[in-house]
C-alpha cells in the first residue's frame, strides 16, 4: 500500500496547483480509495473519501463511493448520511439514490412500510430516465 501512496504523491505533487491539477488530484484520491478498497483496507478508503469530501464538497463521486463501501459494511446509519448531504446538493444524483433505495428497502422492508423507499425508487428510476434515457443496461442493473 505504501506505493500507492507515492504514486499518488509524485502525481498530485507534480500538479502545479493549476485547475487541472486539482482535478487529477481528486481522481488520484479516489484512485487511491479503489485501491485501498481492493486490498481490504475498506476503512482507510472511507477515511481518504471523508478527507476528499472536506476539501471539495461539490465532488459527487466521492459521495457514491464512500456510500458504496459504507454499504458493504452495513453501516445503513452512516451510508444514509452520505446519501442524504449528496441528494441535498444533486437530488438526481444516481448512485446516491440507489443506494438510499437499497437502504430503504432492507431497513423499511423488513418492517413492511414501503412507501419512503418506494418514493424513492421512483426517483431514481425519473433520474435515470432523464440522464440516461437510453441506457436499458442501467435500468436493468438497478432494477
Not at 433505495?101 to 431514481?124: D, F, H, T
Request: proline letters at 3%; one cysteine or more; charged letters at 20%.
Amino acid at each position: 500500500m505504501e506505493s500507492f501512496r507515492r504514486a499518488a504523491d509524485l502525481v498530485s505533487g507534480g500538479s502545479g496547483g493549476d485547475s487541472g491539477g486539482a482535478k487529477k488530484d481528486l481522481g488520484v484520491q479516489m484512485g487511491m480509495a479503489g485501491a485501498l478498497v481492493a486490498s481490504g483496507n475498506a476503512e482507510e478508503a472511507v477515511g481518504v473519501l471523508a478527507d476528499l469530501q472536506v476539501r471539495a464538497p461539490w465532488f459527487m463521486p466521492a459521495y457514491g463511493l464512500r456510500g458504496r463501501i459504507l454499504a458493504v459494511g452495513r453501516q445503513w446509519t452512516l451510508v444514509e448520511e452520505q446519501t442524504e448531504k449528496a441528494l441535498s446538493q444533486d437530488p438526481l444524483d444516481l448512485e446516491c439514490l440507489r443506494l438510499a433505495v437499497l437502504r430503504g428497502l432492507l431497513q423499511e422492508g423488513a418492517q413492511s412500510s414501503m412507501g419512503g423507499a418506494g418514493g424513492r425508487l421512483e426517483s431514481l428510476v425519473a433520474a435515470i430516465k432523464k440522464h440516461e434515457p437510453a441506457n436499458v443496461g442501467l435500468l436493468l442493473r438497478v432494477a
